[in-house]
DNA sequence: GTCTATATTTTGATAGAC
DNA sequence: GTCTATCAAAATATAGAC
C-alpha cells in the first residue's frame, strides 16, 4: 500500500501515488508540481515527460480511480444474489474502493465542489456506470416486491455521501482530537458501513406511495414540522 | 439572497459575498484575490483593508457560516418537543442553513479534504454545538426510550453528508445534465431532506443488534415512527 | 529516461496619494 | 474609505544536455 511518500515503484508509479496524495490534500490549485515530483522523488521535468500538463496527470488519476470503482460494482452486480443482498455489497464494494484508494475520497469531495471543472467525459461515464448498477439492483429489488419505489441519484446519495464524508474526514478528525469527545472522533469503519447499509435499506423496506399520499402514516401525524 | 454577483450592499458586504462564491467554486487556492475584488466591484486593495489576509478572510466566512447553522440548531433544541419531531427539525435546520448560504456546502466539502488547514480554533468550537446538540436529541430520545443506542457522530455524518453532497453537486449535475436521466440530475430538494429524515429515524428506532454483526439476516426494520 | 537551468505569468500583499 | 502602481515570491512549463 503505497501512500504517503511512495517510496517504491517505477518512477511514473511513484510519481501517480505522489500526485494523488498531493492533490487530495491540497486540491488542483494547492498541489504544486514541484512539490509533487519532490515527493515522487523525480524531477519537474520528468512530470511533463511522463504527462502533458498538471491536469491531464490529475485527469488521469481521476479516471483511474472512478473506473477502479465501476468495476468493483459492476462485479457485486455480475455476482447476482437477492437485490437486498446485492445492495449490501454494492455499499461494501465503494467503502472497499475508499480504502484502497486512500485520497479517493477527498479528491471526489473536491471535484464536487468544484463544479466538475477538471473532468472529462470519459470520467463522467464511469461516474455513470455506477449508478446504473445501483439503478439496476433497485429496480431488481423493486420487481422482486422487497424495495419500494425510490429515486436511484436519491439512493445514490445517501450511499456514498456518508461513505465518503467519514473517509476524507479522517484528518480534520484528527487534527482536532483534543476538541471533542474522544468516541465521536473515532468511530469504527464498520460501523459506518453498517449504518449506510441499515438506514438505506430501511428506506427501501418501506414501500413508498406516492407523492404525498400516506396511506400508512407515512409520517408521525403529530407534528408537522414548518408550515 | 445576494450571491453570484454580489451586486448590493457595502462594500464590505459585497466583498463576503464575492469572496464566499469564490472560495466555494475555486477553493483556498483556486480563489484569487484579484478576481474576489473584481467580483466584489472593489480594488484589490480595499480587500486587504477590510482582512488582515486572504486566509482571514476566508476564516471569516466560514465562522459565520458556521455559527449560523450552529445557531439554527440551537433555536431548534431550545424549541423543545419529543426527540424524534426535534430530530426532524434538526435536519430540517441544516438543510435550511445549506439553502440560506449556497456557497457552503462547497466550502464545507472542501474543508473536509483539506484536513481543517484553514479552521481556527473558534470554527471547530461552532462546529462541535451542532454535534452537542444532536447529542442532546439523541440523548432525550434513548431516556424517552424512542431511540436505540447509537453514536453521534455516525448520525450526524449520516445526516449532514447527504445534505451537503446533494447541495454542493449542484452545478455538477448542470453541467453533466446531457450524459444522465433527467430524473438523476433533478431530485426535488424535499426529497432529499424527506429521506434523510426517514433514513436516519429508521436507522433510531430500530433497537441496535450487537456491534459487528450486520450480517444479512439483520432485516431493515419497517419505518414506523411514534408520536 | 533523467536532470539543470531558465523563461514567462501569475499572485498575495503593500506603499502612498486622495 | 478608496484607488493606482508596483514589488517580490511562487508557479507552470520548456529547452536542451547527458
Known amino acids: 500500500m503505497v501512500s504517503q511518500s511512495a517510496p517504491n515503484g517505477t ?7 505522489a500526485a494523488a496524495a498531493e492533490f487530495a490534500a491540497r486540491g488542483f490549485d494547492g498541489a504544486k508540481v514541484d512539490r509533487i515530483a519532490a515527493r515522487a522523488r523525480i524531477n519537474k521535468a520528468m512530470l511533463y515527460y511522463h504527462f502533458h500538463s498538471k491536469a491531464a496527470l490529475y485527469r488521469d488519476i481521476l479516471r483511474q ?32 474502493a475508499a480504502e484502497g484508494s486512500p485520497h479517493f475520497p477527498a479528491m471526489w469531495l473536491r471535484e464536487i465542489a468544484e463544479g466538475g471543472r477538471h473532468l472529462d467525459e470519459s470520467i463522467v461515464l464511469e461516474m455513470r456506470r455506477v449508478i446504473e448498477i445501483l439503478g439496476r439492483i433497485l429496480h431488481a429489488g423493486r420487481r422482486a416486491g422487497i424495495f419500494g419505489p425510490v429515486n436511484p441519484f ?12 467519514f473517509s476524507a474526514s479522517a484528518p480534520i478528525r484528527e487534527r482536532f482530537r483534543h476538541l471533542v469527545p474522544a468516541r465521536v472522533v ?13 438506514t438505506t435499506l430501511a428506506a427501501l423496506a418501506a414501500p413508498r406511495t406516492r407523492a404525498g399520499a400516506p396511506s400508512r402514516s407515512r409520517r408521525p401525524p403529530t407534528r408537522r ?3
Open 225 to 227: 414540522q414548518r408550515s
Open 154 to 165: 436519491v439512493t445514490q446519495i445517501g450511499i456514498v455521501a456518508p461513505l465518503m464524508f
Open 11 to 17: 518512477s511514473r508509479e511513484r510519481l501517480l501515488a
Open 186 to 198: 473515532a468511530p469504527r469503519r464498520e460501523e459506518i458501513v453498517a449504518h449506510v447499509q441499515a
Open 65 to 96: 480511480m472512478f473506473g477502479t470503482v465501476a468495476g468493483a460494482v459492476t462485479a457485486v452486480h455480475a455476482q447476482g444474489g437477492p437485490a437486498d443482498v446485492q445492495l449490501r455489497r454494492f455499499i461494501e464494494a465503494i467503502a472497499r
